[in-house]
């Protein structure tokens, strides 16, 4: 380790150890809320087993968990014990669903990362030695990666982004101690520009791969489960738009859209559209159904006008419903396949739109806000195919959905566009895969 990087770490480490209290009281107070911050709790600091000889995959977060899983797949066919870890209880409930079948075969535990102190990762390593640690999309803990490049432990940032903001907001402290990138074995970019971006940080062994979620398979239950549905909430087949992930500081912005749109339908003669309105996260969804109704909107929650096996409620004057809120996870296929058009979220708000790949997947025109600088790649290439269409403001999200509401828009973009677009960028879990056979790692 270069010695301006270790006298950051000296500085990073102490600024820890300061803010321990505070981090411990986080938690206390989080778990108030959310009795499963307390349960599993020792693994925060280092303590639980893993199979000797696995693979540690850090996936944060269900984002990044989905986002990751058609790779997870080829390592479970391969029959390699894996280890997940994640940071919250919401993403370690979805894994260990998701996962049950492996978990219970012993293939997979699941398990909260360490906290980012050395005591903690020093007691993890002392019970375990992953023979690889994969660190997925964004996540770049410090303390972590010079854990494992202590230890000898190979790490490879897969799936991994970093943004041209990204890079200004660490410029200073790059240019003074360098960065923790310098430590990992190697980078699977997803672009051009991210593996760009890698090689400023100065990591050398970087490979532009290219993005995850463009070989996820698409759940065809859900997608069944749409189709059918549609027959009973859209009987008088009226326009249905999405509103996908959305951040709860955006809400009141697609409120309004929604709002506009019914008086441009009524203005125009037109069939006023319906409404699938999907909150990123779930403390979110009490809220923005009051806010919905507030807006002298009629709204249904998923979970109350749906059976669990997404069966429509048919006593629901469905005809006279205007907003369909998707206060339910793991779902996203089944809400996007409701729709002829999606508006990504995340777009309005400051940390940056979410994804638009499946959406894509499922051949569904999507308009998003100026915020893409977290989807820059693909949204930059899809806004260039015309699958994409990026607004600058709500006044040109409320016209570009207006000019869609009037000229159908949906049905004029072939089916076999999209799928030109997604063939192109296919294939990135394979590639990581064998990347990193050839360094005789799995």
């Given amino acids: 380790m270069k010695f301006r990087l270790l006298v950051f770490y000296i500085l990073y480490a102490g600024i820890l150890f300061v803010c321990f209290p505070i981090v411990i009281g986080y938690f206390i107070l989080r778990s108030k809320k959310d009795y499963r911050y307390r349960k599993n709790f020792l693994e925060r600091f280092g303590f639980g087993h893993c199979p000797a000889g696995c693979i540690l995959i850090h996936t944060a977060s269900i984002g990044e968990f989905r986002g990751s899983f058609p790779f997870i797949q080829q390592l479970l066919n391969r029959k390699e014990k894996l280890v997940i870890s994640c940071l919250t209880p919401v993403a370690r409930s979805y894994v260990c669903d998701e996962l049950s079948h492996e978990i219970e075969t012993g293939l997979v535990v699941v398990r909260y990362l360490p906290l980012e102190y050395f005591m903690a990762f020093r007691n993890f390593f002392s019970k375990n030695e992953p023979k690889l640690v994969l660190i997925c999309e964004l996540e770049t803990w410090p303390i972590f990666i010079a ?233 930059l290439q899809a806004e260039e195919a015309g699958l994409v269409k990026v607004v600058k403001d709500p006044i040109e999200l409320k016209s570009n959905l207006c000019l869609f509401l009037e000229n159908n828009i949906a049905n004029k973009i072939s089916k076999n566009k999209f799928e030109r677009f997604l063939k192109v960028y296919a294939g990135a879990s394979y590639r990581t895969l064998e990347m990193l056979e050839s360094k005789g790692l799995i």
């Fill in 147 to 379: 854990s494992c490049h202590q230890r000898k432990i190979p790490v490879y940032l897969i799936n991994s982004q970093i943004t041209n903001e990204a890079i200004k907001r660490v410029s200073i402290i790059t240019k003074l101690f360098g960065h923790p990138v310098e430590l990992v074995s190697g980078v699977a970019a997803k672009s051009i520009e991210h593996a760009r971006n890698f090689r400023l940080m100065g990591q050398k062994n970087v490979v532009p791969i290219g993005e995850f979620r463009f070989d996820q398979l698409i759940p065809e239950s859900h997608v069944l489960s749409g189709n059918t549905a549609l027959s009973v909430v859209n009987q008088k087949n009226r326009p249905v738009i999405g509103f996908s992930s959305v951040i709860f500081g955006e809400a009141d912005i697609y409120i309004n859209s929604m709002k506009s749109l019914n008086a441009f339908s009524a203005e125009k003669g037109l069939l006023k559209p319906l409404y699938v309105f999907v909150p990123r996260a779930p403390e979110a969804f009490d809220n923005i159904f009051k806010k919905i109704e507030e807006a002298a909107l009629s709204v249904v929650r998923r979970t109350e006008s749906f059976s669990e096996s997404l069966k429509p409620n048919k006593s629901i004057d469905w005809n006279n419903i205007d907003v369909l809120l998707g206060d339910s996870f793991g779902e996203m296929y089944f809400y996007l396949t409701l729709c002829d058009h999606v508006v990504a979220g995340g777009g309005f708000w400051h940390t940056g739109a979410h994804n638009i790949i499946e959406q894509l997947q499922l051949h569904k025109p999507v308009t998003v806000g100026p915020e893409i600088w977290t989807i820059k790649f693909p949204a």
